[in-house]
């Protein structure tokens, strides 16, 4: 990344509109790092568990926990507290991090967990207080600790654990390492498949992410293109209004979508064409989007721009296959192709 891109915004609160610059990511995630070593006393191997909706901070934390060696697993923000009692003890982590609102559901399931697991809050509006017995996240993310570097973890080791129900039972911890995030964020930057252009000092590529990214596939894509110097807009949860104001106002190079965000947009009265003039491409997962549904998209954007529609799974880190821009309009509906280094195998 070019130095003047540091200045450039990394992050924006599509609701609250703070922001923060690339060289403000690397300050605060480096921050977070020493001070949940210092101060919260964790060790290389620990676990750090996410109860956030998408707002800026998730990502500057998520990175902080990967500079000091520690793990991350992301729970859900709507689970109830047996849900997310569950989960802690599952997976074994030691810190919560969170939002006050969440503060009496993330208490109950942490005090039944009867373990010993620090609460993190994070103010996400200017109304916000640290409630009583938490630790406020801006007193790790402002103050630099005096620590020794820490000990990264191994390729293969784990780093991020989402929970997948899979085809059965509960929700059950996937172990992906550094290995399995890295490998796949290079795979869809493969020429055939990148849909992000990088950012240079004159132009920067906006997106926004409403796709949760306590799930693996706003996790990695929004990575991917942060790689690339992407601005992220954020957005808490899908709801018409808000979500056609951000295109008003941001106009996105880029969106992750869902196929009922597809239908959404190319059938709501309220969205003009206009407020997707920018658009460049969409990657479309999670379910298969149809044929028709694909044409009608293309027919209400009313210019050319490519559809990479996939399939993952959590377990494969996610993607699998994608279609290739060289293919574009010729396969609509169609996942796509096995992405680079990928096998697969039909039984």
């Known amino acids: 990344m070019m130095p003047l891109l540091f200045f450039f915004f990394f992050q924006e609160c599509g609701i609250t509109r703070r922001k923060y610059t690339f060289d403000e990511l690397l300050i605060k995630s480096s921050n977070f790092n020493g001070n949940l070593r210092k101060k919260l006393k964790l060790q290389k191997g620990d676990v750090i568990a996410f109860l956030l909706p998408n707002i800026p901070e998730f990502l500057i934390s998520v990175l902080g926990v990967q500079l000091a060696g520690l793990k991350v697993t992301t729970i859900n923000p709507t689970y109830t507290s047996d849900e997310i009692k569950r989960q802690l003890t599952d997976s074994g982590a030691q810190v919560l991090v969170t939002l006050p609102e969440l503060w009496k559901t993330a208490k109950k399931a942490v005090d039944e967990t009867r373990n010993y697991i620090n609460i993190v809050t994070i103010k996400n509006s200017k109304s916000d207080t640290t409630p009583r017995g938490a630790i406020d996240w801006s007193e790790l993310v402002n103050t630099k600790a005096d620590v020794p570097d820490a000990e990264l973890t191994s390729l293969h080791e784990t780093i991020f654990m989402p929970y997948s129900s899979g085809t059965t039972g509960l929700p059950k911890g996937v172990e992906l390492s550094n290995y399995n995030i890295v490998a796949n964020i290079c795979q869809a930057h493969h020429p055939d498949f990148e849909l992000v252009e990088k950012a240079t000092e004159t132009r920067q590529d906006t997106t926004i992410v409403v796709l949760p990214l306590f799930h693996i596939y706003g996790f990695t894509t ?8 992407t601005r992220v807009v954020t957005l808490p949860k899908f709801t018409p209004d808000r979500y056609i104001d951000a295109l008003k106002d941001y106009r996105p190079e880029i969106l992750m979508l869902v196929p009922p965000i597809v239908i959404f947009l190319y059938s709501h009265a309220s969205v003009r064409s206009e407020y997707l003039s920018s658009l460049r491409t ?8 149809g044929a028709l549904d694909e044409e009608k998209f293309r027919h209400k954007v009313g210019k050319p721009f490519n559809v990479l529609q996939g399939y993952g799974l959590s377990e494969t880190s996610p993607v699998v296959t994608m279609v290739p821009l060289k293919l574009q309009g010729k396969f609509p509906g169609s996942m796509g192709t096995p992405i680079p280094n990928t096998s697969l195998k039909v039984v």
Do not use: E, H, V
């Open 222 to 229: 929004t990575f991917n293109m942060m790689r690339d110097g």
């Open 282 to 289: 969409i990657n479309c997962g999670a379910a298969p989007l």
